[in-house]
């Protein structure tokens, strides 16, 4: 599939599905909620995540169909991400295992000191893109954030 066709339908479905919401006003909520919550909850916030990306690569495939490859799913994850605007993906690759990518101007990170890892809704969508994708059970880790000083987030993320 062409990469071209791949952006446009991945933004047609950002834009039917999605809402505008200021960055400010997003990273305030979500900077609170971390301060709030704790990191006790951090496994939640990647559930959630796997449940929306799940969700998302859905409806990605009933717009492109069944028939994606590697390539093809690289592109819908990097798409969603940037035409959503939660963050930059300046670094990302996949195998049929593995997924190992570099954000930039997360909307989980920017603006938020930790020191520990925030981007965990992130990584979890990523996570639950790649089970409906690819199938299977996938797990992400965050190992550097913007939040924590870090020019970029890195994430691996690996099929169980």
């Known amino acids: 599939m062409q990469k071209e ?22 990273r305030d909520f979500f900077s609170q909620l971390i301060k709030l919550a704790g990191f006790g909850l951090g ?28 390539e093809d799913v690289k592109e819908c994850i990097i798409s969603y991400f940037e035409e959503s605007k939660q963050c930059k993906m300046v670094v990302f690759n996949i195998s049929e295992n593995s997924v190992n990518f570099k954000a930039q101007h997360s ?27 690819l199938g299977g059970s996938w797990e992400p880790k965050e190992t550097q954030c913007i939040a924590q000083g870090f020019s970029e987030c890195i994430f691996e993320v690996k099929r169980k």
Do not use: W
């Open 5 to 26: 066709e791949i952006r446009a339908k991945t933004n047609q479905y950002v834009e039917e599905e999605g809402f505008i919401l200021p960055k400010n006003v997003f």
């Open 43 to 70: 496994g939640m916030f990647v559930l959630s995540g796997k449940k929306a990306g799940k969700k998302a690569a859905s409806h990605i495939k009933e717009i492109l169909g069944d028939n994606l490859s590697l």
């Open 107 to 133: 909307v989980f990170a920017e603006g938020i000191e930790s020191k520990k890892p925030t981007c965990l809704p992130l990584g979890g969508t990523i996570a639950g893109m790649l089970e409906e994708f």
